[in-house]
């Protein structure tokens, strides 16, 4: 390994050197081919082009990487709980690669570090850390194959992360939860914008969740989606003994 490190830093750069001391701390083995590595943490913002003239951004490598993402989690499920049906491990691989769960593991591995982009790091929304962890995955596999890939999802979300007993318990979305139950109960619900404005430059979205033509809960949050959601929560809470009735 030491030889290996002393060839690589007379070939590379002092900067490709950094670049590649940090990717293996992280990846847990030493990359091969920097190029996928740096293409999965630039922007499109960066406005960078191949030879060919197709854009060179992490969205790509994003698809490739959740793509493997999913196919070694279902892996793992499907020999780890042999008692789930097709229903049973869709959910729970959804629970595992769940956008909430990818913002946590790109935060973790503190990968917005790397990312080259023209707009400021603060202003990127949480789903960034995500799409960069995913985007790596992407480019483990171009630099080393399904196996490394593998390796890594092991090592860095499977064993430290999934606990099957845990996650059956986990609720990905109040939303779904409270809709489910609503079909379910024959129960009229809707969601409605009740304030849509901005306080210190930031936009913010009033949600009030209704059923039975009677308001159930409130929220406020930066987006639609997450102003729902959270209401949702609420209304969950409020009627948790019925949903979870069986």
Wanted: hydrophobic share 40%.
């Amino acid at each position: 390994m030491r030889i290996l490190k002393k060839i690589f830093s007379k070939s590379r750069s002092l900067e490709d050197g950094i670049f590649f001391n940090a990717l293996e701390k992280i990846l847990g083995f030493p990359p091969t081919e920097l190029e996928s590595y740096r293409k999965a943490f630039t922007h499109r913002s960066s406005n960078k082009v191949d030879k060919e003239g197709n854009p060179m951004n992490y969205e790509r490598l994003e698809f490739l990487g959740d793509a493997m993402l999913s196919s070694v989690i279902a892996g793992y499920l499907f020999s780890k709980a042999p008692y789930g049906d097709e229903g049973y491990l869709t959910k729970m691989r959804s629970k595992i690669v769940s956008r909430e769960h990818l913002n946590e593991l790109g935060k973790d591995l503190n990968l917005i570090q790397f990312i080259e982009s023209k707009v400021p790091v603060q202003h990127f929304g949480d789903n960034i850390h995500g799409n960069i962890f995913e985007s790596l995955i992407g480019a483990i596999y171009l630099d080393k194959g399904y196996v490394f890939c593998e390796k890594f999802i092991n090592s860095r979300v499977i064993t430290p992360y999934v606990d099957i007993s845990r996650l059956e318990g986990k609720v990905i979305s109040y939303k779904s939860l409270v809709i489910e139950w609503c079909q379910k109960e024959k129960r009229v619900f809707h969601f409605d914008i009740f304030e849509d404005n901005a306080i210190d430059g930031q936009r913010l979205f009033g949600v009030r969740l209704s059923i039975d033509d009677k308001v159930i809960a409130k929220a406020r949050a930066t987006s639609k989606k997450k102003a729902e959601e959270k209401a949702a929560q609420r209304a969950y809470f409020a009627f948790q003994e019925k949903i979870n009735k069986k």
